[in-house]
């Protein structure tokens, strides 16, 4: 038996049943969430910021410039999207600089459920992954059948990913089990008659749970209920992704991989728009997790106009001159 | 106070800064380099500006254009004026700045001042009058209306004058400014100091940030990286020699700049509006007038 499994893989179930003592009530699953470490706010937050210090030139950056455009989730999730903004983000996902095309595509095209289809028919065979938010997002706040059927619909439109917001409003009340057994049944929603599944993202809406120890235990529970990623927020609320909770999630599924054995991906969203921001977020996963979390596999960036800067610094590393918004696509 | 209190007083020196965004930082490399009047004395320590404070300017003045190019002519106008108004206040200053860089007499700065608190003036007055002079009806062989009319260029890159740190300076920033552009500014090498204050008049005057970003240094160091700057529309070579403006018209080529090279200027002299309209382009429309067919109704 492999010392690590992925989440998305066959294997994950039972590593996770061996934790079924954990989940086996709401008393023992507080108990457990409720016994992890705390955190330690002003160490978590200098060790962030002292990362983000480090200076990464020359070839480090272009390694990273590349990284970084292929981690993208390329996100629109307006009311106001049209299947020709969709069809324009998807043939931008995979020529990002179409005068460039040593340019990496981005990971995925991140998109309303009922914008999956159009995604999928113009990304045809490219290699770039549809992923679909659902459960009401960004809310959450609807019944569990109206959330399922939101997700079996992305899922049958062929979305390759499915991005869930979790329940704040019963996680914060202290009902865990609630939480649990929902995004078990978004698990289960998610997978395909031909018993494939399409890979689970889990949103906490970092910016909502008020504390960073809540923040640990819903990666913890998140993970258990078989997260095949843990995202960071809905980049729909004031706080989004930032270095601090983005690196309590790092160290969660690092810890999470120590104890159950399961590989867990990582996904920041929302409020990354530079590529110094996005460089810093790299030397995160690099520092915490190390490079088996360096690839589009297990780290992805939830974001629209970070792609554009992160263009135009790459124009200016191969041509040595600045480049400027006119030269990359307005979207 | 007694005299013995009086002499034990600290001198405060003035900490000059970069004026970028509406902003004064220093320069991010973190260096600053000597400045001297004319006879070699130091008088303080100007900011040196690197190519990442160039490259923040730029990002500064594109995200003033569509604001400053958007305001009507008339507003712009007023802000300038008030520009001039702020100046007017500092005067004492500015002659003593002046007079220090450019090792002139009291009287003789302040003449240098005058004058460029007036040229300020006069340009303010030609930011909704310039439209009449370069723009207007052109007459067409069709029923047409055709009409001209100035457009800023944009960003425009502006290297100071070296020898007229005042005068020059406000000579070539002023027309720039007037029509709607928004400026990074490379100061006089050796004396940035007028420069460097006139931001402090600018953060004053309603101006709003970034259009007018100035920055202190070696003038080749700044220019190059201005120069090859996707983003940067114009540049004004005023403050650059022969061989630096070679170069730098080279690689401002790339996204085909408006450029514009150095020629001797006797900066007392009247302008004329030969520096307004070196950074406007002309939009031109065409309009249907006229009969349209059986309808018959006129435009």
């Given at each position: 038996?492999?010392?690590?499994?992925?989440?998305?893989?066959?294997?994950?179930?039972?590593?996770?049943?061996?934790?079924?003592?954990?989940?086996?009530?709401?008393?023992?699953?507080?108990?457990?969430?409720?016994?992890?470490?705390?955190?330690?706010?002003?160490?978590?937050?200098?060790?962030?910021?002292?990362?983000?210090?480090?200076?990464?030139?020359?070839?480090?950056?272009?390694?990273?410039?590349?990284?970084?455009?292929?981690?993208?989730?390329?996100?629109?999730?307006?009311?106001?999207?049209?299947?020709?903004?969709?069809?324009?983000?998807?043939?931008?996902?995979?020529?990002?600089?179409?005068?460039?095309?040593?340019?990496?595509?981005?990971?995925?095209?991140?998109?309303?459920?009922?914008?999956?289809?159009?995604?999928?028919?113009?990304?045809?065979?490219?290699?770039?992954?549809?992923?679909?938010?659902?459960?009401?997002?960004?809310?959450?706040?609807?019944?569990?059948?109206?959330?399922?059927?939101?997700?079996?619909?992305?899922?049958?439109?062929?979305?390759?990913?499915?991005?869930?917001?979790?329940?704040?409003?019963?996680?914060?009340?202290?009902?865990?089990?609630?939480?649990?057994?929902?995004?078990?049944?978004?698990?289960?929603?998610?997978?395909?008659?031909?018993?494939?599944?399409?890979?689970?993202?889990?949103?906490?809406?970092?910016?909502?749970?008020?504390?960073?120890?809540?923040?640990?235990?819903?990666?913890?529970?998140?993970?258990?209920?078989?997260?095949?990623?843990?995202?960071?927020?809905?980049?729909?609320?004031?706080?989004?992704?930032?270095?601090?909770?983005?690196?309590?999630?790092?160290?969660?599924?690092?810890?999470?991989?120590?104890?159950?054995?399961?590989?867990?991906?990582?996904?920041?969203?929302?409020?990354?728009r530079t590529t110094?921001?996005?460089?810093?977020?790299?030397?995160?996963?690099?520092?915490?997790?190390?490079?088996?979390?360096?690839?589009?596999?297990?780290?992805?960036?939830?974001?629209?106009s970070?792609?554009n800067d992160?263009l135009m610094q790459?124009q200016k590393?191969?041509?040595?001159r600045y480049s400027g918004p006119d030269y990359v696509t307005v979207? | 106070?007694?005299?013995?209190?009086?002499?034990?007083?600290?001198?405060?020196?003035?900490?000059?800064?970069?004026f970028v965004g509406g902003k004064?930082p220093?320069?991010?490399?973190?260096?600053?380099?000597?400045?001297?009047?004319?006879?070699?004395?130091?008088?303080?320590?100007?900011?040196?500006?690197?190519r990442k404070d160039a490259r923040d300017a730029v990002v500064a003045a594109r995200k003033a254009f569509a604001g400053w190019s958007g305001a009507?002519?008339?507003?712009?106008?007023?802000?300038?004026?008030?520009?001039?108004?702020?100046?007017?206040?500092?005067?004492?200053?500015?002659?003593?700045?002046?007079?220090?860089?450019?090792?002139?007499?009291?009287?003789?700065?302040?003449?240098?001042?005058?004058?460029?608190?007036?040229?300020?003036?006069?340009?303010?007055?030609?930011?909704?009058?310039?439209?009449?002079?370069?723009?207007?009806?052109?007459?067409?062989?069709?029923?047409?209306?055709?009409?001209?009319?100035?457009e800023p260029t944009g960003v425009v890159a502006i290297?100071?004058?070296?020898?007229?740190?005042?005068?020059?300076?406000?000579?070539?920033?002023?027309?720039v400014i007037?029509t709607g552009n928004t400026a990074v500014v490379v100061?006089?090498?050796?004396?940035?100091?007028?420069?460097?204050?006139?931001?402090?008049?600018?953060?004053?005057?309603?101006l709003p940030g970034g259009v007018v970003n100035l920055l202190?240094?070696?003038?080749?160091?700044i220019?190059?990286p201005l120069a090859a700057h996707q983003d940067v529309n114009a540049i004004?070579?005023?403050?650059?020699?022969?061989?630096?403006?070679?170069?730098?018209?080279?690689?401002a080529?790339?996204n085909l700049k408006r450029?514009?090279?150095?020629?001797?200027?006797?900066?007392?002299?009247?302008?004329?509006?030969?520096?307004?309209?070196?950074f406007?382009e002309?939009?031109?429309?065409?309009?249907?007038?006229?009969?349209?067919?059986?309808?018959?109704?006129?435009?």
């Amino acid at each position: 038996m492999p010392l690590t499994v992925p989440a998305h893989g066959p294997e994950a179930a039972a590593r996770l049943a061996s934790m079924s003592d954990v989940t086996a009530s709401d008393g023992s699953l507080r108990r457990f969430l409720h016994g992890l470490p705390g955190v330690d706010a002003v160490g978590l937050e200098g060790r962030a910021a002292t990362l983000g210090t480090r200076s990464i030139k020359t070839t480090a950056k272009a390694y990273a410039i590349d990284l970084a455009i292929s981690m993208i989730d390329l996100t629109t999730l307006e009311g106001a999207d049209t299947p020709g903004k969709v069809r324009a983000l998807c043939a931008k996902g995979v020529h990002p600089d179409p005068l460039d095309r040593s340019t990496p595509k981005v990971a995925a095209i991140c998109v309303y459920p009922d914008m999956v289809k159009v995604a999928k028919e113009s990304l045809g065979d490219s290699g770039v992954k549809v992923a679909s938010v659902a459960t009401a997002f960004p809310a959450g706040r609807a019944a569990l059948p109206v959330k399922l059927a939101d997700v079996a619909d992305a899922v049958a439109a062929g979305a390759d990913e499915v991005d869930m917001v979790i329940d704040r409003g019963a996680f914060l009340a202290g009902h865990y089990l609630k939480v649990y057994d929902e995004i078990r049944a978004v698990k289960e929603a998610c997978r395909r008659p031909d018993s494939t599944s399409a890979h689970l993202k889990v949103i906490f809406e970092t910016g909502e749970l008020s504390t960073y120890d809540n923040i640990r235990r819903a990666s913890w529970l998140g993970m258990l209920a078989g997260a095949d990623f843990i995202k960071t927020s809905t980049g729909k609320v004031a706080v989004n992704a930032t270095p601090p909770n983005t690196l309590i999630l790092l160290e969660a599924v690092r810890d999470f991989r120590e104890t159950v054995g399961v590989q867990v991906g990582v996904k920041p969203a929302g409020g990354i728009r530079t590529t110094k921001d996005a460089i810093k977020f790299l030397v995160l996963v690099n520092e915490t997790v190390g490079e088996d979390w360096l690839s589009n596999d297990w780290f992805r960036f939830g974001a629209s106009s970070l792609l554009n800067d992160l263009l135009m610094q790459r124009q200016k590393l191969s041509t040595g001159r600045y480049s400027g918004p006119d030269y990359v696509t307005v979207d | 106070m007694s005299e013995s209190e009086k002499a034990a007083r600290l001198s405060v020196f003035k900490t000059y800064k970069l004026f970028v965004g509406g902003k004064f930082p220093r320069s991010e490399s973190g260096r600053v380099y000597e400045v001297t009047d004319s006879k070699g004395r130091w008088l303080a320590n100007a900011p040196q500006s690197s190519r990442k404070d160039a490259r923040d300017a730029v990002v500064a003045a594109r995200k003033a254009f569509a604001g400053w190019s958007g305001a009507t002519a008339y507003n712009r106008g007023q802000i300038l004026y008030r520009v001039a108004e702020m100046l007017e206040g500092r005067r004492d200053q500015f002659v003593r700045e002046v007079g220090d860089a450019e090792g002139l007499s009291k009287s003789k700065a302040g003449a240098v001042v005058d004058a460029a608190i007036d040229r300020w003036v006069w340009y303010a007055g030609w930011t909704d009058k310039i439209a009449q002079i370069v723009g207007g009806a052109n007459p067409v062989a069709g029923p047409y209306f055709n009409l001209s009319s100035p457009e800023p260029t944009g960003v425009v890159a502006i290297l100071a004058p070296q020898e007229s740190s005042f005068l020059g300076l406000v000579s070539v920033v002023a027309p720039v400014i007037a029509t709607g552009n928004t400026a990074v500014v490379v100061t006089s090498e050796a004396s940035p100091l007028p420069a460097l204050s006139l931001g402090e008049v600018l953060a004053t005057s309603d101006l709003p940030g970034g259009v007018v970003n100035l920055l202190s240094g070696r003038t080749a160091e700044i220019a190059t990286p201005l120069a090859a700057h996707q983003d940067v529309n114009a540049i004004d070579l005023a403050g650059a020699e022969e061989v630096l403006a070679k170069e730098l018209e080279i690689a401002a080529a790339d996204n085909l700049k408006r450029v514009r090279r150095p020629q001797p200027v006797d900066w007392a002299a009247d302008p004329g509006t030969e520096r307004l309209t070196s950074f406007l382009e002309t939009k031109t429309v065409w309009h249907p007038a006229g009969g349209s067919g059986s309808s018959g109704a006129a435009y």
